[in-house]
């Protein structure tokens, strides 16, 4: 029978199946970093038991490190303890492979992983973090957990699963200039909204997301969770090969042939039955600005702000009105004549290099508007920074006015000490609008990172096809 | 994890959808190391006119007295009603652990987030997805009924409410089990302990790169 990459993921990971459908799913690779793991590591030390297979696990300290005076350490005592923590944690169980903090080649956890090769296709990828889904870029079934579903791999190299519906979402034809895998997300989510994929596996596939470069199908894979699945792939193609030969944890010579091999077969057949087809014109896409505090509130760059008045659910007005208040917007306000005051480019979803290299291709010869605050580069690992910095792109940021900082997740979630005050408007490579998400009081755009740069060149929103 | 088998509660109704578990426990509180003691930042951002820190006093901040928490109707409840995707958002299990331990052991809505759905049966919460409808239906009654409760039993996998009506719902047969004797997981796991060593020895011969 015709399978889908899914059910062919699924298969080759069954340990055991209960009657009720409950599965025992084997885990591949395990990420972990400094926030979700230390009650994790705890309950398995009170319980007596021992880490399965360490070999599995990859971890870095990102959440809570800071992004600038690394001389200075970490210097809010709640977060060194926690990083602490994990440093005590992986010296005492071991690793494949740990980048503490300040190590070279440390970084947001998502990034990390695939550039040291250490997430290959066909893997089972887990990490307490739900951007997880962003390693399905990679045909890997690859999911967020929660911190007792950590102890449970670490203790069983397991996870108990039921199997997901699966979604083909078909993004055909050719994106539009300036349009980015970051707009696909987003268009997606307008889509289908933000619990529009619960429950399903999606799969990405179509001419227009095998024309996207492994970051691009990243970005895309790692937004998957913002429309509500956790799991988000895109199939093995030459791309994905060329991505991963001579990585440092990929396999060479003759392992590396048998790898190849194998891996080509992770796509789904091509008569095989989804639950759910979505197609999604690549050329209808146009770049994206979120309006609100979830993913789904988000219109194209020429449209306005929406009105509630126009909604007929009544939950669903609601929840607009409520967000126009805290995003302080009136609706029918065109997104063009919204002004920013800080600017962020960065987290999971856009700092690796493509991501920085679009967005310095837009801010080359431009100055940052003087009525932006702050405009924050942070590349997603030491590896990203330093490749950003042998092609000159921090200069071109620095003599713009930006800041370039150290790796981390920084102002996505605003546990270090990059944030918004109260009030502030930020346009924001992020993937997450939610109240307060970068800081008590923060008002949160979602764009890409050309946009972002766009916005903190112009001050406010504007269309990146016209700079272009 | 501590048992589910009835309850019988309080219910807090919480009228949004998409409630994001950013909202549910904000991130300045994650820096903790422990699995407790979350429960008087649940909701955090709404509860509180002031911007909370971790290690603070909570009962010394200045309250939202608007938001349904803090109104003395609901004190003590055991059970939150709310809308749609309910949980949305990061993986964080400090969400179900900040409900937890603030007294919910059940969450009502239509609908939940995959990771937090999953997070609350590992706590012991049980999450109950009801129709649009019979979720409407409560909200109303609990408007108009000041110490309004409800019946939530497991075994039977019904909520009864006051006037008797019964509601329905589903789980799976293998958490149902779990939550009904409070197992451990991880203990059950490693009963198939050696079908896991067995399913890897095969995966290491057959894709040897994986286990560089
Ligand atoms: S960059 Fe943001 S979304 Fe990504 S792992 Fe870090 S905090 Fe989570």
Redesign the interface.
């Known amino acids: 029978m015709p399978q889908t990459l899914y059910e062919k993921l699924w298969q080759d990971h069954l340990?055991?199946q209960?009657?009720?459908?409950?599965a025992?799913i084997?885990i591949?690779r395990h990420l972990i970093h400094e926030?979700?793991s230390?009650?994790a590591f705890?309950g398995l030390k009170l319980?007596g038991?021992k880490p399965?297979?360490v070999?599995s696990i990859v971890a870095t300290a990102d959440?809570?490190t800071p992004t600038d005076h690394w001389g200075r350490g970490i210097e809010?005592p709640?977060?060194r303890?926690?990083v602490e923590?994990l440093d005590a944690n992986i010296r005492e169980v071991g690793a494949l492979a740990y980048f503490p903090f300040k190590d070279p080649r440390q970084g947001i956890v998502h990034v990390v992983g695939p550039e040291n090769g250490a997430t290959?296709p066909?893997?089972t990828v887990v990490c307490?973090?739900?951007h997880t889904s962003t390693h399905g870029a990679f045909a890997c079934m690859a999911?967020?957990?929660?911190?007792?579903?950590v102890?449970?791999v670490l203790?069983?190299?397991?996870l108990?699963q039921?199997k997901s519906k699966t979604m083909l979402l078909r993004v055909d034809g050719v994106l539009g200039k300036g349009v980015t895998a970051k707009d696909v997300a987003l268009a997606v989510i307008a889509r289908i909204g933000?619990?529009g994929g619960?429950?399903y596996a999606i799969e990405f596939a179509g001419s227009a997301i095998s024309g996207l470069s492994m970051e691009g199908r990243m970005t895309l894979c790692n937004m998957a969770i913002?429309g509500?699945a956790?799991l988000g792939m895109v199939a093995v193609d030459q791309v994905t090969i060329d991505y991963l030969h001579g990585r440092p944890?990929?396999?060479t010579g003759a392992?590396?042939e048998?790898?190849v091999a194998?891996w080509r077969g992770l796509r789904s057949d091509d008569d095989a039955e989804f639950d759910c087809l979505i197609d999604l014109p690549a050329g209808e896409i146009k770049p994206q600005v979120t309006w609100g505090t979830?993913p789904e509130m988000v219109v194209a760059i020429d449209s306005t702000v929406p009105d509630p008045a126009q909604e007929s659910d009544p939950?669903?007005r609601?929840?607009m009105e409520?967000a126009l208040i805290y995003m302080d917007l009136r609706a029918g306000t065109p997104i063009r004549e919204i002004a920013v005051d800080k600017v962020f480019i960065g987290s999971c979803t856009n700092s690796r290099i493509e991501d920085l290299r679009a967005a310095a291709a837009v801010v080359r010869g431009n100055k940052v508007a003087s009525k932006v605050r702050l405009a924050l580069v942070v590349p997603g690992s030491g590896l990203v920074k330093r490749q950003a910095e042998a092609e000159g792109l921090d200069e071109v940021f620095r003599a713009a006015g930006f800041e370039w900082r150290e790796p981390g997740c920084s102002m996505c979630?605003?546990?270090n000490s990059d944030r918004l005050e109260?009030g502030e408007r930020c346009a924001s490579t992020s993937n997450?609008n939610?109240?307060?998400?970068q800081g008590?009081?923060g008002r949160t755009h979602l764009v890409s990172p050309e946009m972002a740069a766009a916005a903190a060149i112009a001050g406010h929103f504007c269309d990146v096809r016209e700079l272009l | 994890m501590d048992k589910f088998v009835r309850l019988e509660g309080l219910v807090a109704p919480l009228d949004r959808a998409n409630v994001d578990t950013d909202a549910i426990i904000p991130k300045q509180f994650l820096k903790s190391i422990k699995r407790s003691g979350f429960g008087p930042n649940l909701f955090d951002g709404w509860r509180y006119l002031d911007v909370g820190e971790p290690g603070e006093d909570s009962s010394l901040r200045p309250r939202n007295t608007d938001f349904v928490l803090n109104k003395a109707r609901y004190e003590g409840a055991q059970i939150l009603l709310t809308r749609q995707n309910f949980g949305c958002g990061s993986s964080r299990e400090h969400a179900p652990w900040a409900l937890l331990d603030f007294g919910f052991r059940a969450v009502i809505a239509e609908s939940f987030a995959d990771i937090f759905f999953n997070n609350c049966l590992k706590n012991g919460i049980l999450p109950i997805v009801l129709s649009a409808s019979e979720v409407a239906t409560l909200f109303a009654q609990v408007e108009e009924t000041p110490g309004y409760r409800l019946l939530v039993d497991l075994a039977r996998q019904r909520v009864v409410r006051p006037d008797g009506k019964l509601l329905p719902f589903s789980i799976d047969a293998f958490r149902k089990e779990c939550l009904l004797n409070g197992w451990d997981d991880i203990g059950l796991t490693l009963r198939h302990s050696e079908r896991i060593r067995d399913f890897e020895e095969q995966r290491r011969r057959q894709q040897p790169w994986l286990f560089a």
């Not at chain 1, 209960?18 to 409950?22: I, L, Q, R, S, V």
């Not at chain 1, 999911?143 to 579903?149: A, C, D, F, V």
């Open positions: 340990v055991h209960e009657a009720d459908g409950t025992l084997y591949d926030v979700t230390p009650q705890e319980a038991r399965w297979r070999s959440h809570n809010d709640v977060s303890l926690q923590t290959l066909g893997m307490g973090d739900s999911q967020g957990i929660g911190t007792s579903e102890e449970h203790a069983t190299q397991c108990l039921s933000t619990a619960t429950g913002e509500g956790r944890y990929a396999p392992q590396w048998q790898a194998h979830s939950v669903k609601e929840g409520r979630l605003a546990m109260a997450r939610f109240e307060g998400r008590a009081g």
